[in-house]
């Protein structure tokens, strides 16, 4: 399912906004301001953007979006009607635009348009739940902080990261993260999972499946 990230002040709109998207059939979360939206864009495919937000402005969010998450598009809302300032969006990386008042039939066909366009992330960034490893970078994040991670402990997420919640076994995360003369019967991939838990936090994205082995989701599956 596609998600919506819908950032607006007034609260009256920004709630009757995400009740339309979901009412499409789109997932929708809802930040009322600049700086909660800054902390939730790790699962946003489109940004429905208001222009004038408190503590961070929709400009700042925009700029930084196409900076730090290049394949999210960004549908900019705003008051200001004047050709100047429509263009100024687009500038700083919005993907369309709309005036207010709108009709909400409107911005939910320019939400589709939008998600026709967007491309999924470059496959040196993995994903799950707010957790975000960019391989190329050699860094993991899970809401936005940084987590140090051992490299056995990097390889051993990227590859359940990699796996798009597969079950590995241990025998599986042995031949992908440790080398070939890794001892079969060793309880490393344990540890491992066990230190990863720990710095990751809760709530789990690695979770064990009985009898099989190990898998990365945003829930455990019954």
Known sequence: ?????????????????????????????????????????????????DRDLPRVRGDEVCARIRADYPHIRVLMLTAASALDQRLDGFALGADDYLTKPFEVPELLARVDALMRR????????????????????????????????????????????????????AEALLEEAWDAFADPFTNSPRVTISHLRRKLGQPWIIHTQPGAGYYAAEEARP
């Open 118 to 169: 967007h491309t999924p992330p470059q496959a040196d960034v993995l994903r799950c739940a707010d957790v975000r490893m960019d391989t190329a970078r050699r860094t993991v994040t899970r809401a936005g902080a940084p987590i140090a991670l051992s490299p056995k402990e990097f390889a051993v997420l990227e590859t359940l990261l990699a796996a798009d919640g597969a079950v590995l076994s």
């Open 1 to 49: 399912m596609s998600n919506v990230l819908v950032v607006e002040d007034e609260a009256y709109l920004a709630d009757a906004i995400a009740a339309a998207c979901a009412a499409h059939g789109l997932q929708t979360q809802v930040a009322y301001d600049g700086a909660q939206a800054l902390e939730m864009l790790e699962v946003a495919d489109v940004v429905v953007l």
